[in-house]
């Protein structure tokens, strides 16, 4: 099923604000929120959590290594080759940026925590254990922190499965880091 990517002018009433916000955050409307424009609360709700999520206790590069785990975990080009961009831009090194794409491990120890307690919540479906929590915070997470997972997989929730279903195409600005989940060999 072919599903429209709206633009502010033929964006549904209720989407062409939200779609004015994506613009101002992106710097682009983002085929993803154009075709989430059909939906407008789905937008907003999307744009709402992506905002809220800005606010948590996680740097923007943990932030990003939420977001990156989780689109591998959720097989999602579209939105692996956007974070790919976006944690580029935010000074996240090449090396975490490849290591996150092919699902490895992290250098950095807290990081790798942060991907590992990320992974498992997915894996899970939230039912991980209290082995798992302590791991995650003897790392030198919180509890709060352990709840804002919840948030950045929520986000990655509505995005990955909007990809999924619409195959969303790839804007021109994410070309350079198109992503294609690699094959892994047991």
Known sequence: ??????????????????????????GLIP??????????????????????????????????VIYLTANYEHDCCYCMAAHS?????????????????HGQPLADHKLQALRLFTKRMIEARGWVNESEIEEFLAAGYTKQQVLEVILG?????????????????LD??????AWLKPTVIS
């Open 31 to 64: 085929n993803l929120e154009g075709i989430l424009a059909e939906a407008p609360a789905v937008l907003k709700a999307g744009m709402a959590l992506w905002n809220l999520f800005e606010t948590t206790n996680f740097t923007p590069i943990e932030q990003q």
């Open 85 to 101: 961009g976006l944690a580029k831009i935010i000074g996240m090194t090449d090396k975490d940026i490849e290591a996150l794409r």
């Open 172 to 177: 021109i600005a994410f070309q350079p880091y």
């Open 1 to 26: 099923m072919e599903f429209t990517i709206y633009n502010i002018e033929t964006a549904p009433a209720a989407s062409k604000e939200v779609l004015i916000q994506a613009k101002k955050t992106f």
């Open 153 to 169: 997989i929520a986000v990655k929730i509505i995005h990955n499965y909007t990809n999924h279903i619409a195959e969303t195409p």
